[in-house]
């Protein structure tokens, strides 16, 4: 897999420098041998292009301030599409430099999606708010895969554009973290991007302005890195509140120096008004730290209020103050706090989100089919079908038995022929198919050689609350080798809801053990599928089934298409052990328990 991954940030940028840095760094650190990414950033004064084994970074634009370099990324970034020639483009979106698509590329596109501005966009930007919101607004439908770090986040755009693939897929953070040694120490600490509204740094230091006359000697510590602009903002609100021998401001630190200031703080406090999924307060959680965050989205997903932290009004400094002075003095709340904070952290770690991340851009590399490809097969379809079609109509017809007064799903319709076939036996079908090519190429065949009734809906098979009907049978044909394990339990939950009481589930699909399926794995004279990642023997889709409350009814093989060799295989597949060699296809009839 050839990957174009185009953001703005990097962990390096003085003017921004923000938690999609990290997560770009680390997916490039887990990328497989096999693969290769090409980063492509917004420029900054010292800042040079790179390149080692499989990763590529290209630094795009101009380094010459914040705004110009934020404008001739915007217009130049895409550039690198015909350049680099990838199999599929990511985009980190952000509002601030939007990377927009309004026609076609002819490659697959990702976004990650780290917040939604909303009100924020004027509240923060007052007049000049209508252009992020506005960008945003248009980032989301330039999209139809969307990667989300929150899970209320992946609700709220589900609910608003229930036919795009949106998955939540949380940040990580480094391993490192849980191998240091916690001290107690005077200093409160906010580690962070230095954007004053974003972060909350005027309520802040308003509440701890109130603290500092209630509690002698408390101190604290605000690192991390922003544009000059709001460093002088905030010199001038520390000298306002007359703070500056109670607040030390902490500029461009490095990695050891983060971990250090994590580790010895009293406790970490984050106020933000808005957040993706606030990397560094699990990052003081991984170092044993108590933590008052913001009561918003993604902060409430990244700390859990009353186990290892105090949830507050992201605009009351009074709230604020009134949970720092808390953790001032109730020690055994805040020893408590710090004793869990450890055990909520390790459930993140970057390894497995690079995984899942990986593991969807190979799953929408299973729909980058195009017109072109469904026209192929409904082509082959329409005339002489193929003796490839001939065999798999037989066989999924002989595997659902559709009969008059059926209410037939058809997951991955592709081009419609299960519904095709089926409505011709008087069952009434709905086809889903995420690609918009499928389901045009199924409507024009269905309107052409179908009887009675069928619907076609592009969707999301992980997602199917867009459907509210029951059915008495639903069909996974070729379908789950494009799935991971856990789109397919996702699906397998809107299957259980869909399905009545005496409804059944059946699956057609490949056999991972045949000679052909060996052969395209190790690209042995046919071409190895890479949207095949889901490819699975009888006893791992079984476990599956069971534990997602699916009892397996029936299972059985079948052999090739081809002449001669499928009657071979017909006889060879009953032997043990080698005649797994000779199994083309699984069939599975289920039913929920």
């Not at 130049?76 to 952000?94: C, G, H, L, Q």
Request: aromatic content about 10%; some cysteine.
């Amino acid at each position: 897999m050839k990957i174009l991954y185009l953001i703005y940030d990097d962990i390096n940028n003085p003017w921004c420098g923000g938690g999609g840095g990290i997560r770009c760094m680390e997916l490039a650190k887990n990328i497989p041998v096999d693969d290769s990414i090409t980063v492509v950033t917004g420029n900054y004064p010292s800042a040079k292009n790179h390149q080692e084994r499989n990763l590529k970074i290209i630094r795009c634009g101009s380094d010459k301030g914040n705004l110009i370099s934020r404008l001739t990324f915007v217009f130049s970034a895409k550039r690198y599409i015909n350049t680099e020639n990838p199999d599929i483009i990511i985009v980190s979106f952000s509002e601030l430099t939007p990377i927009l698509f309004f026609k076609k590329t002819g490659k697959p596109r990702v976004a990650i999606m780290h917040h939604i501005l909303g009100e924020h966009s004027f509240k923060k930007f007052k007049m000049l708010g209508f252009i992020p919101h506005l960008t945003q607004y248009l980032g989301v439908r330039s999209y139809d895969n969307i990667i989300v770090v929150s899970r209320e986040m992946e609700e709220k755009l589900r609910n608003r554009f229930p036919r795009k693939r949106v998955i939540f897929i949380p940040n990580g953070i480094d391993k490192k973290l849980f191998m240091s040694k916690p001290e107690s120490g005077k200093n409160i600490l906010f580690l962070g991007r230095l954007d004053i509204y974003m972060k909350g740094l005027d309520i802040l230091l308003a509440a701890f302005a109130k603290l500092s006359n209630d509690v002698q000697g408390i101190r604290l510590q605000i690192a991390g890195r922003g544009s000059t602009v709001s460093v002088q903002k905030i010199e001038k609100m520390i000298s306002s509140f007359k703070l500056q021998k109670s607040v030390q401001l902490l500029l461009n630190i490095d990695e050891q120096t983060k971990i250090e200031l994590l580790s010895r703080c009293l406790f970490f406090c984050m106020p933000s008004r808005y957040e993706g999924w606030g990397i560094a307060a699990v990052e003081a959680a991984a170092c044993s730290k108590a933590i008052i965050a913001a009561d918003i989205p993604g902060l409430r997903e990244a700390v859990k209020n009353n186990y290892n932290a105090i949830l507050v009004n992201p605009d009351s400094a009074e709230e604020l103050h009134a949970a720092m002075k808390t953790l001032v003095i109730d020690e055994g709340r805040r020893m408590k706090y710090e004793n869990n904070s450890r055990k909520w952290a390790d459930q993140f770690n970057w390894e497995k989100t690079s995984s899942d991340e990986l593991s969807f851009y190979t799953e929408v590399l299973s729909y980058k089919y195009d017109s072109s490809y469904f026209n192929g097969h409904a082509k082959n379809y329409m005339s002489e079908p193929s003796l490839f079609w001939k065999n798999r109509i037989k066989n999924i017809l002989e595997l659902i038995s559709p009969g008059d007064g059926d209410s037939i799903l058809d997951l991955g319709t592709g081009i419609g022929s299960v519904c095709i076939e089926a409505s011709g036996y008087g069952a009434r079908c709905i086809g889903v198919d995420f690609a918009e090519d499928s389901i045009k190429t199924a409507e024009d065949l269905f309107k052409k050689f179908g009887k009675g009734s069928a619907k076609f809906i592009k969707g999301d098979v992980s997602d199917l609350s867009f459907l509210d009907q029951k059915f008495n049978k639903i069909i996974c044909a070729d379908l789950i080798e494009h799935l991971s394990e856990n789109v397919f339990e996702k699906m397998l939950s809107g299957c259980r809801r869909l399905l009545n009481t005496e409804g059944r589930l059946f699956i057609y699909s490949p056999y991972p053990t045949h000679l052909i399926e060996k052969a395209k794995s190790k690209n042995l004279l046919i071409k190895k599928d890479e949207s095949h990642i889901g490819l699975n023997n009888m006893l791992n889709i079984g476990k599956v089934l069971e534990n997602n409350n699916f009892e397996v009814e029936r299972i059985y093989f079948l052999p090739t298409h081809i002449p001669v060799l499928n009657s071979i295989e017909k006889n060879l597949m009953i032997l043990p052990g080698f005649g797994n060699l000779f199994k083309r296809r699984i069939c599975i009839t289920a039913k929920p328990k």
